[in-house]
């Protein structure tokens, strides 16, 4: 006999996160598998199959089975009943490794504990251009792409791209991918995103010849030579450096943005403000192929 329920509400708060992850795995991966709930939430394979009976007694028109993939898919009238499926909130759970979304009680904090967050812009695109994205990534596929570039003389250009890993600076999000027209493996700002298209065209590339992606570097740091040595030695401290020197080991395409979030003095003769740029390159020469637009 199927199960009723007069409201969302009347759901139990972990049965309700598992239907929640079952509606993003399939909006943003394109499948979800009894395998993938019962992996991700430590359950038998039986209750995992009884979330998805559930889910489509509940939502009957927003997944149908495909037996090539051994899940579900998400249909075209596909309408989230369970989840927020924005990318403010999507793409940190992913970053994170979240199978659900942290909910206060009764929005106050369960620890007690005052916490703030910098209010940041959003620099996202819509879950619409965003989960094609994220379905080529995972399922290995081309992705068609419409793109604002601020380096070239088109201001929207038709990209066609083999995306392989997406990557939070902090700040902005971006997608390593193989662009078909520059021949070369690159970053993508997912803002910049106009529209996306999922291709059933296997990826041509794989992420073993991004070179940048898999062979990584180690950034030589040391305090501002101009900071005071009480400064100095409280930046080695909160580093937890040995002999002066910070030593952060980073795949070579993340470099660049590794200097500007550390707000490292990439100058030749160290000229920056060094109670903003308290850090400094000692291995410039070494570094400076893998993110020339970083450097002053």
Known sequence: MATHFKTAA????????????????????????????????????????????????????????????????????????????????????????????AEPIEEQPIYSIAVETLPLPVRLPSKEVLAPIIQALKQGKQLRASYKSMSEREDIQ?????????????????????????????????????????????????????????????????????????????LLTDYDATDDVIELDIRRALVGYSLHRLSVDTSIDHSLNPNAYQLVLLNRDEIEPFAGWAFL
């Open 158 to 234: 038709d990209r066609l791209i083999e995306p392989h890993a997406l990557v939070n600076t902090g700040l902005r999000w971006h997608v390593r991918a193989y662009c078909q027209q520059s021949y070369e493996f690159r970053d993508f700002v997912l803002s910049r995103f106009v529209e996306s298209e999922r291709l059933d065209l296997a990826a041509e590339s794989s992420p073993i010849y991004d070179d940048d992606w898999t062979e990584a570097i180690t950034l030589k740091l040391s305090p501002h030579p101009q900071l005071s040595e009480s400064k100095r030695n409280s």
């Open 10 to 101: 009347d759901i139990k708060r972990n049965t309700r996160q598992r239907l929640q992850y079952i509606e993003i795995m399939a909006f943003y991966t394109g499948v979800v598998t009894r395998s993938d709930v019962a992996k991700s939430f430590g359950i038998s394979d039986p209750a995992a199959t009884k979330d998805l009976k559930l889910y489509s007694e509940l939502a009957p028109d927003n997944l149908s089975y495909r037996h090539q993939v051994f899940g579900f898919v998400p249909t075209d009238n596909f309408q989230a009943m369970f989840a927020d499926l924005s990318p403010e909130v999507v793409l940190p759970m992913i970053a994170s490794n979240l199978a659900v979304v």
